[in-house]
């Protein structure tokens, strides 16, 4: 069974990039899905980030889009986000989550277990 | 964006009712409608794709419905692990949106 699990710090300037990976174990990362990351600030609903596929493809939100980075690494198994330029409005616990590439509704079917991230000085 | 509107908010329901919950898009996104459970301190779970496709392994209390712009999430007896966050979410175009969430509580 796919579990996924990300790591990074939890504590991010403003200013700085925050960055993450999320690591695939059970399963590869050149399956045929889409990859992707999902925040949550505390206390808030959920807000789509952006995603990568296997041939490297991506989507970003539009409301990241001009500081957000989304790579992936089939050596290493795992794919990572950056998010450049951060405020406090990043403060939020950050998903990866996956999608198969091959139900065309793209349901998130699997979740890592979430990571705080606090944009504090 | 397609913005994707809950209702309720909230709901206070006791063991053994059936509960409804609604999501209404901004604009027709077919049956691209997936629906989340969330707990405290957890990561969502997917219960239903596709508008009315039951994820692996969730109880078949849980049903949906809908087409077009107006969607339903069903649950025909609660269950006391029932009592959770329950979030629509539409994979019709980038990007994806959530509903701002139905907080199911105990009565």
């Known amino acids: 069974q796919v579990q996924l699990q990300e790591s990074g710090p939890g504590l991010v300037k403003p200013s700085e990039t925050l960055s993450l990976t999320c690591g695939v174990s059970?399963?590869?990362?050149?399956?045929?899905?889409?990859w992707y990351w999902v925040r949550q600030p505390p206390g808030k609903g959920l807000e789509w980030i952006g995603g990568?596929?296997?041939?490297?493809?991506?989507n970003y939100n539009p409301s990241l889009k001009s500081r957000v980075t989304i790579s992936i690494d089939k050596s290493k198994n795992h794919f990572s986000l950056k998010l450049n330029s951060v405020t406090a409005a990043d403060t939020a616990v950050y998903y990866c989550?996956?999608?198969?590439?091959?139900?065309?509704?793209?349901?998130?079917?699997?979740w890592g277990q979430g990571t705080l991230v606090i944009v504090s000085s | 964006d397609i913005q994707m509107t809950q209702s309720p908010s909230s709901l206070s329901a006791s063991v053994g009712d059936r509960v409804t919950i609604t999501c209404r898009a901004s604009?027709?996104?077919?049956?691209?409608v997936n629906w989340y459970q969330q707990k405290p301190g957890k990561a969502p779970n997917v219960l239903i794709y596709?508008?009315?496709t039951l994820q692996s392994r969730v109880p078949s209390r849980f049903s949906g419905s809908g087409s077009g712009t107006d969607f339903t999430l069903t649950i025909s007896s609660l269950q006391t692990e029932d009592f959770a966050t329950y979030y629509c979410?539409?994979?019709?175009?980038?990007?994806?949106?959530f509903g701002q969430g139905t907080r199911l509580e105990i009565k």
């Open positions: 989550t996956r999608s198969p590439n091959l139900i065309v509704t793209r349901p998130l079917d699997c």
């Open positions: 979410q539409q994979s019709y175009s980038l990007p994806f949106t």
């Open positions: 990568i596929h296997r041939t490297g493809t991506t």
């Open positions: 604009q027709s996104i077919s049956i691209y």
């Open positions: 596709g508008t009315s």
């Open positions: 059970g399963g590869s990362i050149s399956s045929d899905h889409w």
